[in-house]
């Protein structure tokens, strides 16, 4: 059984910075790309940024220059470096992962169970 668990969230002030964290484990074969996903109150989940095996990246616009999303591919684990951090960015952030639990089995979505981000002062 595979998996994802995010840390890290909490409240901040604006301006402030989390540092998300997301460790897969169990059954796991091999993972393709991560990324942090995240969903406000009626609105609908969004991609937030995400990174391939081979370390290319891609962020949301309303997110550039202030996020930064890493990996440790070697021990299945992801990390959002949020920065200078805005009343638009309260959500519960998701941990996604496409992977593998095994050899010759299909890559398939996995999602974590969320961690939640708020920016008050």
């Known amino acids: 059984q595979v998996q994802l668990v995010e840390s890290g969230g909490g409240l901040v002030q604006p301006g402030g910075s989390l540092r998300l964290s997301c460790a897969a484990s169990g059954s796991i074969f091999s993972i393709a790309a991560m990324g942090w996903y995240r969903q406000a109150p009626g609105k609908p989940r969004e991609l937030v940024a995400a990174i391939t095996n081979g370390g290319s990246t891609n962020y949301a616009d309303s997110v550039k220059g202030r996020f930064t999303i890493s990996r440790d591919s070697a021990n299945y684990t992801m990390y959002l470096q949020m920065n200078s951090l805005k009343p638009e960015d309260p959500a519960v952030y998701y941990c996604?992962?496409?992977?593998?639990?095994?050899?010759?089995?299909?890559?398939?979505?996995?999602w974590g169970q969320g961690t939640q981000v708020t920016v008050s002062s």
């Open positions: 996604n992962a496409d992977l593998a639990f095994r050899v010759g089995v299909r890559f398939q979505d996995y």
